[in-house]
């Protein structure tokens, strides 16, 4: 199985790197990426992916929300937080948003593909 994933970040630097891991993973393609929450929302409308790969500092619409908009779909993909260490108060609400999972930045690739296999099961 392959899945679709949409990487979420408002840093490019890190959007490119998590691309990189995901690409270098047999069964994961990415299919868009966004810098904020309401490109999220709108790049997951137009794609339907199967994960969202979503950062939870970001300016315009924060991950959190764009969790919960997601979330709220027909189809709910599975999302992973991606977060800074020390944003544990800001993880918690995201769980409560209905994220799935999360990794740490930086991006290490055992972690992060660990992570989504843990979540797709």
């Not at 299919?31 to 997951?44: P, T």
């Not at 199967?50 to 924060?62: F, L």
Request: net charge negative.
């Amino acid at each position: 199985m392959s899945y679709r994933i949409i990487v979420v970040d408002d840093s490019e630097f890190m959007r490119t790197l998590l691309k990189e891991i995901l690409e270098e993973t047999d069964g994961f393609k990415v299919v868009d990426e966004a810098e904020n929450g309401v490109e999220a929302v709108e790049k997951y409308e137009e794609h339907d992916a199967d994960i969202v790969m979503m950062d939870i500092v970001m300016p315009i619409k924060d991950g959190i929300e764009a969790t919960q908009e997601v979330k709220n779909t027909a189809e709910s993909p599975n999302v992973i937080m991606c977060t800074s260490v020390g944003q544990e108060e800001k993880m918690k609400e995201a769980v409560k948003a209905g994220a799935d999972g999360y990794i740490t930045k930086p991006f290490e690739k055992p972690s992060v593909v660990s992570e989504i296999k843990d979540v797709v099961g």
